[in-house]
């Protein structure tokens, strides 16, 4: 399953932190967004099992103070 | 969180985690079989404690202290090891709840030492798949029983014979160097492509977990390009994989018959998947190695993958890395698809030469497709007669239904 990550911080290099996704063989895609009123965006595409994995290896990864919200990508 | 929650947040946090949980107290143990059972012992304290405690913070750490502190108990009762019992003693005492960067690269060599003894060739095919599957993808027995069509006694069977052939071996915990490095890397990666075409080619079985088995292949990949970056070959393997499971949706119509690679929908394809695809065998590209055979068989899998339609496919390409691919693994087969690709390039006629260059091999006498594609050659050279012999004759050595319908129409049409 692909879930899309969505870190919002006033930290600019806030989703930079995927190495861990990385090296968990997980990551997919990530890159910056167009800075919004929350700040300054990014998104990591991961490819795990569930949601339940999905979750535990955000909450694994040590980021500033922000916003994370996870979304399953539908499946055409 | 209720108890539901917690057991499918532990499966979760088993399947990150169980590796390295293995891998580090394998490097204190020096027995893989030991550590894969200590860290069991943690899963089911782990599962009795965290429903009713709560999950901890870090439960990678927790899992692994557990580990440790089982794998005392169970060294201490053999009481001629107290050499070893001091030093994981120390290490519990030691160990800080939190992971931090700084033990990265000491839990990356663990990991890889663990890839490398569970793949060792001295482990049957079998063996070495269902231990790479249980101790890396963190699978449970009954998961991996039910990806190969097995039953789960005969997948704990051969984890226990597995890890008692470690043990007699005296299997080092490890990463290989020097000469031994080449052979033992090959044997890695051809588990990891074992496991990924186990879940590509299968037509049978459970639904969700054969392509999890090509997710779990290619994970892994992921995994050991990372800890690995500077071994071309693993970077083939997985641009190889990345390309070919792009193609996962388009390789079937709607009744579940297969479409073959030229009449696939592109559409279909996963264009995510073929761009990581084709990055990973520029990594590979960079480290200038000479080619091996998964770096020119993921090259082959990029010149379909470059090719936003059929047409476009760079046949002459494709026709120069079979060559290729013929000088480093040679075979009958390789011979047929260069055979086909430089028909493509060149004509029927080039392919029809090289086709009957190779006729005689003893490998292709009963293979369907050598009269296959030398129906085809024939059929477009306008020897229709000759060509409806080959068609008949393929018809009738395939086994698959399907395909004889189609050889027959072939037949019939000439």
């Known amino acids: 399953m692909r879930f899309m990550v969505f870190v919002r911080s006033p930290d600019v290099a806030a989703a930079r932190h995927a190495e861990a996704l990385l090296r968990a063989g997980v990551l997919l895609d990530a890159g910056d967004l167009v800075p919004d009123a929350c700040g300054v965006s990014g998104y990591w595409l991961i490819d795990v099992r569930d949601h339940e994995e999905a979750l535990e290896r955000v909450k694994r990864i040590a980021l500033p103070a922000c916003v994370v919200e996870i979304r399953q990508v539908a499946v055409v | ?414």
């Open chain 2, 1 to 414: 969180m209720g108890a539901t929650s917690v057991h499918r947040t532990i499966d979760a946090v088993w399947r990150m985690e169980s590796a390295k949980v293995i891998a580090a107290l394998a490097r204190y143990t020096r027995d893989v079989g030991l550590a894969e059972e200590m860290a069991q012992d943690a899963l089911v304290q782990a599962l009795e404690q965290w429903p009713v405690e709560g999950v901890p913070r870090n439960p990678g750490a927790w899992l692994t202290t557990a580990a440790k502190r089982r794998a005392i108990d169970q060294i201490r009762r053999r009481e001629n090891l107290n050499r070893k019992v001091e030093e994981i003693g120390r290490d519990v005492q030691e160990a800080t709840p939190d992971a931090s960067e700084g033990i990265e690269d000491e839990i990356g060599d663990d990991l890889l030492s663990l890839i490398f003894t569970a793949c060792h060739p001295v482990l049957g095919t079998e063996a070495r798949v269902a231990l790479t599957l249980k101790m890396l993808g963190g699978l449970k027995t009954e998961e991996i029983a039910r990806a190969f069509l097995v039953s789960d006694s005969t997948v704990a069977q051969r984890i226990v014979r597995a890890k008692k052939a470690l043990a007699d071996a005296a299997v080092p915990f490890e990463v290989p160097e020097g000469p031994e490095l080449a052979p033992r890397l090959a044997s890695v990666l051809e588990v990891l492509y074992l496991i990924f075409n186990e879940g590509y080619s299968a037509t049978q079985g459970d639904d969700w977990l054969r392509p999890e088995l090509c997710a779990e292949a290619l994970r892994l990949g992921r995994v050991l390009a990372e800890l690995a970056p500077k071994e071309a070959e693993v970077h083939g393997l997985v641009a190889l994989m990345e390309i070919q499971a792009s193609r996962t949706k388009a390789r079937t119509g709607p009744g579940g018959e297969p479409v073959l690679l030229l009449e696939q929908d592109r559409g279909k394809w996963d264009w995510l998947l073929i761009g990581r695809g084709l990055k990973a065998l520029e990594r590979a590209e960079a480290l200038n190695q000479p080619p091996g055979p998964y770096y020119v068989q993921a090259a082959l899998a990029a010149c379909h993958g470059r090719a936003r339609r059929a047409e476009d496919t760079d046949w002459h390409r494709i026709a120069a890395l079979y060559q290729v691919l013929g000088g480093i693994s040679p075979s009958p087969i390789v011979e047929l698809n260069r055979a086909v690709a430089l028909s493509m390039a060149f004509g029927p006629a080039a392919g029809l030469a090289l086709v009957d260059e190779i006729a005689g091999e003893k490998a292709l006498q009963g293979y369907h497709l050598l009269p296959s594609v030398r129906g085809d050659f024939l059929a477009k050279l306008g020897r229709t007669e000759e060509a409806r012999a080959e068609f008949e004759k393929a018809a009738s050595l395939t086994r698959n239904v399907r395909e004889r319908t189609l050889l027959l129409d072939r037949a019939a049409n000439c």
